[in-house]
């Protein structure tokens, strides 16, 4: 559907010119809070202009990388870069509520330098407070989903709405993830929510960076692969009029579930439910694999020869990080080959530049 809000961020991209099976416990949380001073200082990004085409392009599909400091240290993304043989076009970081009080262009700005869309996975919580075990850090009362609709945090959003319009590039907000499990405040099944809650707090964030006038921003709507128990993704999604991209979270063995799986296996039945529900093309916004069982290589191999036969995929971010256990590719010489070698392929030759205008429908072909 053609919208009003659409037509204003393509305007502004070509106008402007810069214009499981998974576990829940690999969901990643936020890191420390970034803080930046003058030894972080970051030059304001330039551009002379941009092409206005899609990104990615028909027939291609990025990828990209979430480290665990993102571009405040780029420690994990440099041996990112020198294991995968090339630079991702894409980068994500994560930032809770309760870490930073106002907004901060620099570390957006360090990603663009550097030729790569950036990712705000944006966390309504104080990660520092919460537990470590799933089953309980998602109880946050302060973050509960029925106060950010009801705003009591009408301000911060509107600072940081107003911050992203001020870049004067494309961002990608990823809000709220991972929503149909247990393990987040936000997620309808914890912390007091109920149902609908969800979709009304996303479209109240939503539409007040829209009454901001920040129109730059790619909404990503990122659930986990569905496990049993997990909730309906037709019950928590806002609409096609208020999601660009449809995220999705996927590992290869966690948790105690290191018998091998495919991508396919992980992710085909997720996929099918989202093309009930949505018109929205696919990101795979976190994905990595175990090594527990000495078949990391080997599943990696096995995700970057999938994702060409999913045309609904347009692009993935690969975890590249020590969290629940060694997910980097950089990890092994086995996996950093297997790595390089997949994204070697022609189909991962998408490049990015910010004038470029996203991809927001969903590519013919993709699971149904």
């Known amino acids: 559907m053609i919208t009003l809000p659409r037509i204003m961020l393509a305007a502004l991209l070509l106008v402007g010119g810069y ?21 972080h200082a970051e030059p304001r990004p330039t551009f002379s202009g941009g092409p206005g085409v899609p990104f990615p392009p028909a027939g291609k599909a990025f990828f990209g990388v979430f480290t665990s400091r993102g571009p405040a240290d780029l420690t ?65 009362p302060d973050y509960r989903l029925s106060r950010i609709t009801g705003g009591a945090y009408d301000s911060y959003i509107r600072a940081w709405a107003l911050g992203v319009k001020g870049l004067g590039y494309p961002v990608a907000i990823r809000f709220a993830h991972e929503m149909n499990g247990y393990w987040y405040p936000w997620c309808e099944s914890a912390n007091g929510n109920r149902k609908g809650d969800y979709v009304a707090a996303w479209r109240h964030v939503h539409d007040l960076f829209e009454a901001a006038g920040a129109g730059n921003v790619i909404w990503v709507w990122s659930p986990n692969v569905a496990y049993d128990g997990s909730t309906p993704l037709q019950q928590l999604y806002p609409g096609d009029d208020y999601v660009d991209w449809v995220g999705l979270s996927g590992y290869y063995g966690t948790g105690g579930l290191e018998q091998y799986q495919t991508f396919d296996q992980i992710y085909r039945k997720t996929l099918a439910s989202v093309a009930t529900i949505s018109k929205r ?37 690969w975890y590249e990080a020590v969290k629940e256990t060694d997910w980097r590719i950089a990890a092994t010489p086995a996996a950093s080959k297997a790595f390089a070698a997949g994204i070697a392929q022609p189909y991962f030759t998408a ?13 013919p072909g993709g699971t149904s």
Do not use: C
């Not at 214009?19 to 030894?39: C, N």
């Not at 490049?351 to 590519?363: E, L, W």
């Open 19 to 39: 214009t499981f099976v998974v576990a829940p416990a690999v969901a990643a949380s936020s890191g420390p809070a970034v803080l930046w001073g003058t030894r």
């Open 76 to 140: 994990e993304y440099d041996g990112f870069v020198a294991a995968a043989g090339k630079q991702p076009q894409v980068m994500m970081f994560a930032q809770g509520w309760a870490g930073a009080k106002t907004f901060d262009r620099q570390p957006f700005d360090r990603i663009v330098n550097r030729g790569m869309l950036p990712i705000l996975a944006w966390e309504p919580w104080n990660f520092r407070s919460a537990p470590k075990q799933d089953a309980s850090r998602g109880d946050q």
């Open 281 to 317: 093309p696919v990101v795979v916004t976190e994905v990595a694999a175990t090594d527990a069982a000495g078949r990391k290589a080997e599943w990696i191999t096995d995700l970057l020869r999938s994702l060409p036969k999913h045309p609904e995929i347009i692009g993935f971010l």
């Open 351 to 363: 490049s990015y530049t910010p004038g470029m205008v996203p991809t927001v429908a969903r590519r």
